[in-house]
């Protein structure tokens, strides 16, 4: 009698369980189908288990880098940095190193976030322990790739992403400010206290906590990308006012209006160089399947709905919210160009100098994090994608790779992305905490490789 | 005469596992509530209390399940129960119910819970109640047993 219900309660478990595995969705065979303006997008996939695949973090040995095709040349500019997020290149040359980490401030609000937190602590590190939150400036006089000087610029800030300089006003993006601090050609730190212009939606929860930044290029305006706070209103819709948005915030006296919206997570706020429109990256939604939803590439239009959280890539609604809004999906702008679902976009940098080869002129650069949300890793890249006539013009390139191992490791994962003055491209790398700097030249004997 | 007869047996202690079952009755009824009421306001809160109430219920469940098959197997004479069967499956179909609905309750907002987890959630406490009657049996049912040399 014992034993037959023993034996009855393992055939229940190893049903369950068989049931359950092939309930996991199967990933697209071919992810670079979802390239482009148009991808194909399967139907929404809510599985049993939530899939999670993360990259244990094992760094860079001395000597390894990410790897770059023929005729460009990869070194590092700085290591041992501190999580470093975002890069931005001064006038003079300089360049800044926005060191930050995640607030923290997500409490625990049901049984998953704190399965999902223990999975997560133990493949990532996340810049959550030790000292952070600052702004390292590298100062490479000589424009040899190697600086000659590393001091903290600015410290103690709250979480940092974005910042920008107009003038003689240095704005750094925290994630619940923007606060301007005054500087002047060739400082190399800023002792004085921050102003704050403007606060940004911050705590509590605080899901998406990184403030892209960028200046109007006649440097009236600010325009700052606001994540969402949640992966899809779990957090309830009154979490999310002002969120998911893109905010114009007047230089002179911090007022701001919402310049668009429905944005899930923008991030690589740039200017596209022949338009003079705005772009950004979007992280999408999770938890549809592998193949969904595409993260995208897009311009971004004065008043735009593009569709967060009720609908993605247009008007495919979204099954997990209600109640529903068939006046805003009605008008959801459909996004320009599909990177791919999941991969992660945070940096982006259109590439106007001439010290990279040709084809890349004019394009844009992708820093892309990687996944989380699919069996099989996408992302964990910088990538080109090229333009013409104001708009993508072709398949995205992979630029720089190698950040995971063959047996899905990561070395480090690639954040956010500048140009230098010589026309290098400069990628933030969080977890390798270092940043990589990209030449056209090839290695000369003695660089390091 | 008799008082060597009665040296013989003893009232035994009641099963113990079903002590166990009025917590996780109560997790699972509970979240059946709050199920009912987030499909009908829409307001996320409830989910949060669904998805805690199931994974409390649930692995109370397994625990529930754990300590039963072990008084099964230690304690003959609650073997030899009336409706053992029975109540043992309905169990069983609390447990993978309840289970599922759990991994069903991980998913995000309206979808965690309307259709799918409201349906499991209503099966579950269907499957409780039934399990109930014939535990009522299984625990009610005669406790003067023959101590064993």
Known sequence: MNRSHCLTLAAAAAIALSTATALQAQDLSDPQAQIGPNPPLPEPNQTLFPMMRLAEVIGWKNGETPVVPEGLHVTALATGLRHPRSVYVLPNGDVLVVEARSPGTEPVKRPKDIVRGWVQSRATSGGDDGPGNRITLLRDADGDGKPETQTVFLDQLNSPFGVALVGNDFYVANTDAIVRYPYTTGDTTITAPGTVLTPLPGGPINHHWTKSLVATPDGSMLYVGVGSNSNILESGLQAEQNRASILEVDRATGRWRIFASGLRNPNGLSWEPTTQALWTVVNERDELGPDLVPDYLTSVKDGGFYGWPYSYWGRHLDPRVKPQRPDLVEKAIMPDYSLGSHVAPLGLAFYTADALPERYRGGAFVGEHGSWNRSHFSGYKVVFVPFANGMPSGKAEDVVTGFLTDDGKAHGRPVGLAVDRSGALLIADDVGNTVWRVTGAPARVGDAQ | ?149
């Not at chain 2, 098959?69 to 609650?78: A, D, K």
């Not at chain 2, 179909?93 to 959630?121: C, E, F, K, Q, Y």
């Open chain 2, 1 to 149: 005469m008799s008082s060597v007869t009665m040296s013989a047996k003893h009232v035994a202690w009641p099963p113990l596992h079903p002590f166990l079952a009025c917590t996780v009755a109560t997790c699972l009824t509970g979240a059946m509530l709050t199920d009912i009421v987030y499909a009908s306001t829409a307001v996320i809160m409830w989910t949060d209390f669904s998805a805690w109430l199931i994974s409390a219920g649930t692995i109370l469940a397994w625990l529930f399940g754990v300590v039963g098959l072990i008084e099964f197997g230690v304690r003959p004479s609650i073997r030899a129960r009336r409706y053992l069967l029975p109540y043992a499956i309905g169990n069983l179909v609390v447990i993978v119910l309840a289970t599922i609905n759990m991994l069903i309750h991980t998913r995000d907002a309206w979808s965690s819970v309307v259709p799918t987890g409201l349906v499991l959630s209503i099966l579950t406490v269907l499957a409780l109640l039934a399990t109930a009657g014939f535990g009522a049996f299984v625990v009610s049912s005669d406790r003067v047993e023959v101590i064993r040399s």
